[in-house]
């Protein structure tokens, strides 16, 4: 018996998602030319600075993670074994 | 109206449910945070109830809106708790759950420095059995750890408590600051229980390694306890804006690296408890209310995606993100759950943590800490990114793992709608809660440059998600152990110890053979002399010896006409 197709067996709907999310990101970050958001301190007036700050924080975050590996990372067993 | 003190009825449902039959035992657990909790409403809103033993003024049971606010949280966080486990057959965890909850009732209403440290240890032995009710090598490991650090903790907070008492006399629980010796083994003691950096590494060891249910009660407790305690002893105090902002920071690095998906929620709740830190260390009435209920709905959202994970480890056996993925299909209702807790905890606008979170940023700016604001903006970024998507698209989505499986069974489904239910109702209804925070603060929960900034905060979030997966740069989960300050105890220590032992058994052999050389050359020399064969035994020929009387003779002569 054929197993049921799921909604993300569809590469099509994957590819939606992703459709959806850029066109989230263009809707957001194209609100700050038209809503004037008040601020406490003047950085955060700056045009997209939220928009920015997300994305290079989610990259560095993830890049420097990736090369803390080659420092941190062991064997699953690491601390079980005896040497 | 009788003054119970809250952690009694879970005292003596625990001693009952030890004994108990397995029906009536569900009954009464799901009846007493439920009975309690209604006793609690009835008490009056400022309550202090003294009690002298030996001189010793204590006060076993003070309400007021500080500990009142714990204290239903604390009352819901057990229920879903007890309502997640009821189908384990196992009686030493529903017997250690009540104990552990009666315990973090009991340590929020301490008046007094004494009261705490009872309670304080008593969370520590009682919540250990859940870490030990895994019954595998590891947990045992992990549990014996887990014990000692509190424990230590513990004795910290006795010494710095008696250390107080020393010079004010009095044990009463208030304002401690920073100041002197004895509130410095104090903070030490909180700070190991709230994890503050480098004395983290226990609740990251030994939570993942605790039963799927355990895991529930130990993240709604401990270490919400010890936010209550800083709250009150330490509110104000600066360094705890830099040490909340390096919580909230690092601890996501490990995140990202982490392939077990509760040690990645483990990590994810030094991150959240670093905004509440935060806040109490600024001490202002919007910052505390803000740490406050952001500690309130951690212990809901935090609790939500550890059931829902607790439900994922139930049904499959697997914790991995690398053994994981694709189980949005056979586990549909618990994949809304997760997503639920998942946008509760990243802070989306009309969820839970949105307020409670804005309100510690904005408390943060205005009190001029730009840096820490940018940290905080950093591992809100970063939060979203490991715990809002990771977890569930992990677990969830990601490649099709090829598992199988059924839904969780209807207990946890019925606990995880609880939490999910207060998750959203918290989120568009805030005055439910805010009300019942210690401080009136004037605070607009939904204003439009906030919800915008956050969505957008997190949606370019996303999209550096879905990019960085896209591209192929996003690293692998991997099967794998990540070291951390954990590696100086179970590593370095022991290594450095053996090495130690070897080398005074090295030392102690080398001076034992030097001392045995030595015996031998004296025994010898004395043989040289006096033995049979020596210079002492031989036999003088008679000669020689009046010889040697004529020349003594001669000489003394000489000496006697000189």
Known sequence: MQEKRHLFDEKKNVKRVLKALVLACVLTAGADLVYHRHVVHPFEGLWGFYAIYGFVACVILVLLAKEMRKLLMRDEDYYDRDD | ?562
């Open chain 2, 1 to 562: 109206m009788i003054e119970l003190p809250p952690f009694l009825l879970f005292y003596i449902a625990a001693l009952v449910a030890a004994v108990l039959p397995r029906a009536p035992r569900l009954v009464l657990m799901l009846a007493v945070p439920l009975a309690s909790c209604a006793m609690l409403l009835q008490l009056p809103t400022e309550l202090s109830v003294n009690l002298v033993l030996m001189d010793l003024q204590l006060e076993p049971l003070r309400v007021d809106r500080l500990s009142r606010l714990f204290g239903i949280l604390f009352h819901i966080g057990a229920f879903i708790g007890i309502v997640f486990s009821l189908h384990t057959r196992d009686r030493t965890q529903h017997v250690a759950a009540l104990a552990y909850a009666g315990s973090a009732l009991g340590a929020v209403f301490a008046g007094d420095l004494l009261t705490l440290f009872v309670f304080w240890e008593l969370l520590a032995v009682s919540s250990v059995f859940l870490i030990f009710a895994s019954r595998t090598e590891r947990s045992y490991g992990a549990g014996m750890r887990y014990l000692v650090i509190q424990v230590i903790s513990g004795v910290l907070l006795l010494a710095g408590a008696l250390m107080l008492y020393g010079q004010s006399g009095s044990l009463r629980f208030e304002h401690i600051g920073l100041n002197g010796f004895a509130s410095v083994l104090i903070f030490i003691a909180f700070g190991i229980k709230c994890a503050f950096p480098l004395l983290h590494n226990w609740l990251t060891d030994a939570y993942p390694e605790a039963t799927p249910t355990g895991t529930v009660f130990l993240s709604a407790f401990t270490t919400k306890v010890a936010v209550y305690a800083l709250a009150r002893g330490f509110a104000g105090t600066e360094l705890l804006v830099y040490i909340g902002a390096v919580m909230t920071c690092f601890p996501i690095f490990y995140a990202v690296i982490e392939n077990d998906l509760r040690r990645v929620l483990a990590y994810s709740m030094i991150n959240q408890i670093g905004f509440m830190v935060v806040g109490i260390g600024l001490g202002t009435a919007l910052a505390l209310n803000g740490a406050i209920a952001h500690a309130f709905n951690d212990v809901i959202f935090k609790g939500l995606l550890m059931m829902s994970m607790g439900a994922v480890l139930h049904m499959t056996g697997r914790m991995n993100g690398s053994d994981l993925g694709g189980l949005y299909k056979s586990m549909p209702v618990t994949t809304t759950f997760c997503i639920i807790g998942a946008a509760s905890i990243s802070a989306f606008p009309l969820f839970s943590g949105f307020v409670s979170k804005s309100m510690v940023m904005v408390a943060v700016l205005e009190e001029g800490h730009p840096v820490v604001w940018l940290a905080l903006l950093f591992a809100s970024a970063g939060v979203f990114h490991h715990a809002g998507i990771k977890i569930p698209f992990f677990a969830f989505f990601a490649h099709d793992s090829g598992i199988r499986t059924r839904e969780a069974p209807i207990n946890m489904l019925i606990a995880m709608g609880i939490a999910a239910a207060l998750c959203i109702g918290i989120g568009v209804w805030p005055w439910m809660l805010y009300d019942l925070l210690p401080f009136q603060v004037d605070y607009t929960p939904f204003d439009g440059s906030h919800i915008l900034a956050q969505i957008q905060l997190l949606v370019f979030s996303a999209a550096a998600f879905a990019w960085l997966k896209v591209a192929g740069i996003y690293p692998p989960e991997l099967h794998s152990t990540n070291i951390d300050v954990e590696w100086l105890y179970r590593r370095l220590a022991p290594r450095w110890l053996r090495n130690t032992t070897a080398l005074t058994r090295q030392a102690a052999d080398l001076g034992g053979q030097a001392c045995r050389n030595l015996g031998q050359k004296l025994m010898r020399l004395v043989l040289d002399h006096y033995g049979p064969e020596g210079t002492l035994a031989r036999a003088w020929p008679t000669g020689s010896m009046v010889l040697w009387v004529a020349v003594l003779l001669g000489a003394s002569l000489i000496l006697f006409y000189l």
